[in-house]
């Protein structure tokens, strides 16, 4: 019933800037849902890096906030991760997640739809 599709990752140098795109679709995915972006390196846990609720508000990870911005535009059903200063440690693939309930989560079992992934690099 709920799809969620990334978009905009790339090969960037580090100091440069990406945004990514999650597009949702599906009756029962509403703007009252809190959404979220993570990210998993290879051969490491999958880390948070954003949310922002049903209401709007956002919470970041202390490793991007500052350069990272979360957003939404609920019109078109569409979450963003503007990506500025971007550095190797960045990389990774990135995946969008949304929640069935409007509150700020942090834990990835907390979002029953996921994205497939897109991969961000970062070279130096």
């Known amino acids: 019933q709920v799809q969620l599709v990334e978009s905009g990752g790339g090969l960037v140098q580090t100091g440069e800037s990406l945004r990514l795109s999650c597009a949702a679709s599906?009756?029962?995915?509403?703007?009252?849902?809190?959404m979220a972006w993570f990210r998993q390196a290879p051969g490491q846990e999958r880390e948070f890096v954003a949310a922002?609720?049903?209401?709007?508000?956002?919470t970041y990870s202390n490793s991007v906030q500052g350069r990272f911005t979360i957003s939404r535009d609920n019109a078109k059903n569409t979450m963003y991760l503007q990506m500025n200063s971007l550095k190797s440690e960045d990389t990774a693939v990135y995946y969008c997640?949304?929640?069935?309930?409007?509150?700020?989560?942090?834990?990835?079992?907390?979002?029953?739809?996921w994205g497939q992934g897109t991969q961000v690099t970062v070279s130096s």
């Open positions: 922002i609720s049903g209401f709007g508000g956002a």
């Open positions: 599906g009756r029962t995915f509403t703007s009252s849902n809190a």
């Open positions: 997640a949304g929640s069935s309930g409007p509150r700020l989560e942090s834990l990835p079992r907390r979002y029953n739809y």
